[in-house]
């Protein structure tokens, strides 16, 4: 069925609920279209999302999600006790028609709204990043930028940076390591890929977790290596399965990704010795130690380590916010200038302001009280999150909610996880297929729901949908 929406005597959206387009994406599209092309004029009142909802017999969170994104790229805003209006000064870059199609040579890209929706994983809280305060140390350190500067920076990071970075790993993580065995890199992803490329080769075996990150899985066959995957129960990876052969082993021990589990003490030294026997290497992805909710944030494997077997990844992008590109490698000395020369041949050099303002932020103490403060905000996101699906998605059983921005929650045996994302992503939110995580060929149906980038207010409204979702089959 179609339906027209007429909003001031002038056709706005056209919403097709047979489309595969999201609900969200078509209301999205439609009234982007009549801001840019005039039919809805600058402004102009919009109609509340409650009676847009009603109108089209829809929940309201597609509407939010909606006009969530549109505020979010200036082209509509609110105002206090008045109601959402297209905005009186779009920007030029997006009042021209022609900018939602890019040409790069002769072939057209059309550019499409991040995915922003309910449940996005790896997502942190940017509505509650101190931005004026980085905005004033973009600006500091852009004005103070030297002619060297401006040239070719080190292919291992800026040391001021890296001393910054050994630091806080010291403190926070327990992390055994000094500024020499520091890499910076843009995100966690170069990390692996880094990791591929200096230890493997083309049919070496290296072992992952089962279920695990996807990303991981792939940046390590890109070198031609058998990927193994073991199988993770409570108490982490299952060591006495990995074998003496594999070369390197991938393990998100503080927080695992994605059931949520912290590695045991014992499976730990198990990992550590099989490394030291074995002569292989564990890399370990700190993925989301920063945040744990019934105990203090758990030190890295890294830090048992003693013959140096363990190399190290991090990232400030899930921390911070994702566009800053900027992550971290602790890497055993005698590695180093492999791992730099990788580096080099993927990227040259990360951009140098960012890790001028990372280095300030960091070593001024802004870090360590942004993760804080956010560490009792995301306490309240996941209580919000568990609560509305113990009233309205009781179909899902969380496995593990003690640590990170997400939480996996099985679904009943039978239940096809995909469809129900993809149901639910008509719907305007974004989970993941638990189901997806899984490189083997028995897959446990569920979702992986993140929620550290979305208001309380959202989760629940999300909460109600998803349970919507699961009712309707």
């Known amino acids: 069925m179609t339906i027209t929406i007429n909003f001031c005597m002038t056709t706005l959206v056209t919403f097709d609920r047979r489309s595969r387009v999201p609900f969200y994406k078509q209301i999205y599209d439609g009234f982007r279209s009549a ?4 039919r809805l004029r600058r402004g102009e009142r919009l109609p509340s999302t409650r009676a847009l909802a009603r109108e089209l017999n829809i929940s309201r969170l597609p509407v939010v999600n909606a006009f969530e994104q549109l505020l979010h790229e200036g082209y509509i805003e609110g105002r206090s006790g008045s109601g959402t209006y297209v905005k009186d000064s779009i920007p030029d870059e997006l009042a021209r028609p022609a900018a939602a199609l890019l040409r790069v040579g002769s072939a057209p890209i059309r550019s499409a709204p991040p995915h922003l929706g309910p449940f996005r994983v790896s997502l942190p809280a940017l509505d509650r990043f101190p931005l004026r305060l980085w905005s004033r140390l973009v600006s500091k350190h852009a004005k103070q930028l030297t002619v060297e500067q401006m040239a070719y920076g080190d292919a291992a990071g800026h040391a001021p940076l890296r001393r910054a970075v050994a630091d806080y790993l010291r403190t926070s993580r327990a992390v055994r390591c000094e500024a ?46 058998r990927v193994v995957p073991i199988a993770v129960d409570d108490e982490g990876i299952d060591v006495e399965a990995i074998g003496r052969n594999a070369r390197a082993v991938y393990v998100t021990p ?4 994605p059931l949520g589990m912290s590695m045991s003490a014992s499976r730990r030294l198990a990992l550590i010795e099989w490394a030291r026997r074995s002569e292989a290497w564990i890399i370990e992805d700190d993925y989301d130690s920063e945040y744990r909710y019934a105990s203090r944030p758990l030190g890295a494997l890294q830090g048992m380590n003693t013959a140096s077997r363990v190399i190290y ?17 602790v890497v055993p000395h005698e590695l180093m200038d492999t791992f730099v020369r990788h580096r080099e041949s993927i990227d040259l050099f990360s951009p140098l302001l960012e890790q001028l303002v990372l280095t300030e932020f960091l070593t001024e103490g802004h870090f360590s009280r942004h993760v804080r403060r956010m560490r009792a905000l995301y ?8 609560r509305g699906l113990r009233e309205h998605a009781g179909g899902l059983v969380p496995y593990n909610t003690d640590a990170g921005l997400h939480i996996s929650a099985f679904l009943p045996i039978g239940t096809d996880d995909r469809k129900v994302v993809h ?31 979305t208001s309380e207010r959202r989760i629940a409204m999300a909460c109600r949908t998803l349970g919507e979702v699961l009712r309707a089959g």
Request: glycine share 14%; hydrophobic share 40%.
């Open 180 to 225: 020499s065995e520091v890499l910076i890199v843009s995100g966690s992803q170069m990390a692996l890929k880094i990791c591929a490329l200096a230890l493997l080769r083309r049919g070496t075996t290296v072992c992952i977790e089962e279920p695990g990150y996807p990303g991981a899985r792939d940046a390590l066959k890109g070198t031609g290596a």
């Open 379 to 386: 306490e309240k996101r996941r209580d919000t999150l568990l």
């Open 423 to 453: 149901d639910a992503a008509r719907r305007g939110i974004d989970a993941i297929a638990l189901s997806s995580c899984y490189a083997g060929p028995r897959p446990k149906s569920g979702l992986v729901l993140g929620f550290g980038g």
């Open 313 to 329: 990844i991090g990232t400030f992008s899930r921390v911070l916010f994702p566009a800053l590109r900027l992550g971290y490698v």
């Open 254 to 257: 503080s927080h695992q990704y």
């Open 35 to 38: 801001i840019l092309t005039g």
